[in-house]
């Protein structure tokens, strides 16, 4: 399956890597390996990311950190819409399309 990032969710992602990285140097480095084994789990499991309420989007969390990754699957494309935090606005990343 291939993965593909709107613009807007690398840029979520890179803000995140770079908090964490201004906190403690590699704790963003951290981050990026939670988001890559969550993307992991994504592609060998797709459907199971918690619904979104859009009938085509899901969301899984990124574990250790207080991030999930909000995502739709189209064939054989795994389509990240966004990378957000979960204790801030719950529907970040809702009005994204491709």
Known sequence: MRIRYLELAKTDLIA????Y???QPGLGDQL?????????QIVKWPRSGTP??????????VRGFPYAIRY???GDELLIT???HQHRRPDFGTDRND
């Open 16 to 19: 995140a890597w770079s908090w």
């Open 21 to 23: 990285e201004d906190q």
């Open 32 to 40: 990026l390996a939670a988001v890559d084994a969550s993307l992991d």
């Open 52 to 61: 979104t309420g859009n009938p085509s989007e899901r969301r899984v969390a």
């Open 72 to 74: 739709r699957v189209t």
């Open 82 to 84: 966004a990378i957000l």
